[in-house]
């Protein structure tokens, strides 16, 4: 099975790391950043490529580009692992298209893309007779939407309530066990590689809003976007509210909920007790579903990192893989 990767941040360095441990059967042929790409139809190393961006901060050529990869590289699936564009999707979802429309297969971790176009790219996906794969884009290393696809296909599932963003959580985690201020606890999480490019996705709770359309559209093929959901971040939480609640045997945590039935697409920040199954600590996520045949569902797991998230990109590929076999 031979893979081209868009996007060598976080969740790309990751995921070649792990290719470079275990990824028999898997063929790398093209890599490429954001200033620079690489193309070997025979294979490249991951680890060189690895070593390359390390040393020089370039995967490849500067000459080449994401556009030059995924129109003449051979490869079977098309990797796009880069940046949440949440306004625009782009040009994560140019790509997208132009690799199913090539009649490749692709495995994505950008939220902005199944956000924003989901019946879109499903469609063209289908069209083409090739899969689209998402399960990174959601609670990192959980397998969520392989859950609601697979594991609970038959059910009804009545509705959802979960912790879908780790850097949030790891910053509530850290203010109220150590008495960190907000931008203390902020500023580790980024060092961790735990929130996006640009953190104000995070802390606003526009990336855990991000998530619940995607889990909404999933399960109920709802057609709604961000402008949907009713977002309150955790930006404007003090120390002292943080305080107060765990005076109180509660804490707080940044909460995301659809509940189809009452029209709810909520996230926003709540006291719950601590012991609620919701309340997990540092950058774990933690997702509850309601279904009918299955009763109550929660599911706990690393929300972000690197090689985490890498874990779901990797089970998306090794699924096409097996299927074509
Ligand atoms: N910034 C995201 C988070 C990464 O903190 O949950 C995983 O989507």
Known sequence: ????????????????SVIDRKGEGILLTAVADSKSAIISNQGLS??????????????????????????????????????????????????????????????????????????????????????????????????????????????????????????????LTRMASEGLTYLQALNEARELGYAEADPAYDVKGIDAAIKLVILANTIWDMGITLKDAKVTG??????????????????????????????????????IPKSHPLVVDGSLNAITLCTDLAGEITMIGKGAGSIETASAVLGDILFIYEKKE
């Open 1 to 16: 099975m031979k893979i081209a990767v868009i996007g060598l941040g976080t969740v790309g360095k990751g995921l070649l």
């Open 46 to 171: 991951p680890k060189t490529v690895l070593e390359k961006k390390v040393k020089t901060g370039l995967c490849g050529e500067p000459g080449l580009t994401a556009k030059s990869v995924i129109d003449t590289a051979d490869y079977d699936i098309l990797v796009e692992l880069s940046p949440t564009n949440a306004d625009t999707a782009e040009p994560a979802v140019t790509y997208i298209r132009s690799a199913l429309a090539r009649g490749k297969h692709v495995v994505t971790s950008n939220k902005g893309p199944i956000a924003l176009y989901y019946r879109e790219l499903k469609e063209l996906a289908h069209k083409n007779e090739v899969s689209l794969r998402y399960e990174a884009t959601v609670a990192g290393a959980i397998p969520i939407i392989h859950t609601l696809c697979h594991g609970l296909k038959g059910n009804t599932i009545k509705s959802l309530y979960g912790v879908l963003n780790g850097t949030c959580n790891y910053i």
């Open 234 to 271: 955790i930006d404007l939480l003090t120390s002292d509210a943080v305080r107060l609640a765990e005076e109180q045997e509660s804490t707080i945590r940044l909460i995301a909920e659809a509940v189809p039935e009452k029209g709810m697409i909520r996230v926003s920040p709540r006291i």
